[in-house]
């Protein structure tokens, strides 16, 4: 069983938790995490870009000169592609580039990105991260205890508007909560601020 300390928002040492091995101390499966980075990246594609191919560009329709006896190359339409105003060759059309992945695949790729971090020495626990009122300084100052102020991703148990506004305008920052961790966030984050009431729903439904 893995152990780590738990801190309060000052920094200070209160105590000591253990973790899970079966969620934090797995053997990372790179591939895996790979797939599932490449599949979250994906699925937050708009793919709403559009342009004109030559049938849907408007005017076009008389042939610019006579087919033969000009000198000039034979030409069909001022909208063909390679006139200026004229079509786009293949042109993009809005598409769906989301696919899904299994269940399976997805919680070995977040047990490995945890694994990963525990085994850098990469989580943060903390006893409970409250804020009174959106505070970015305080945040900061509290990051900055921790030692967490690159990149942090801080997890909280549920959502609490005071802690999202006091992070949001922290370069770097990101929080979320237990129930909406995804790899990519772990993976993207230097450090994982998390709350222990957080890290036991975690360890409930992972482990």
């Avoid at 695949?105 to 990963?116: D, G, I, P, V, Y």
Wanted: net charge positive; glycine share 8%; charged share 25%.
């Amino acid at each position: 069983m893995l152990k780590t300390n738990v801190y309060n928002m000052s920094g200070k040492l209160v105590g000591e938790i253990e973790l899970p091995e079966a969620v934090f101390g797995i053997e990372p499966n790179k591939a895996v995490v790979h797939d599932v980075v490449k599949n979250h990246l994906a699925n937050c594609r708009q793919g709403t870009q559009s342009a004109l191919t030559r049938a849907e560009v408007s005017g076009g329709g008389r042939k610019p000169w006579r087919q033969k006896g000009t000198g000039r190359a034979r030409q069909g339409s001022t909208r063909a592609p390679q006139w200026t105003h004229g079509g786009i060759v293949f042109a993009p059309k809005p598409r769906d580039y989301s696919y899904t992945l299994n269940k399976k695949t997805k919680r070995l790729a977040l047990k490995s990105a945890l694994s990963a971090k525990a085994a850098a020495a990469a989580i943060v626990v903390i006893d409970s991260i409250k804020m009174d009122a959106p505070k970015t300084k305080e945040f900061a100052a509290f990051l900055a205890a921790v030692g967490a102020e690159k990149k942090p991703l801080v997890i909280t148990a549920a959502a609490d508007q005071n802690v999202v506004k006091s992070g949001r305008n922290i370069p770097g920052c990101e929080v979320t909560f237990a129930n909406l961790i995804n790899v990519y966030d772990i993976v993207n984050a230097e450090k994982l601020v998390i709350d222990q009431e957080a890290l036991a729903k975690i360890v409930e439904v992972f482990a």
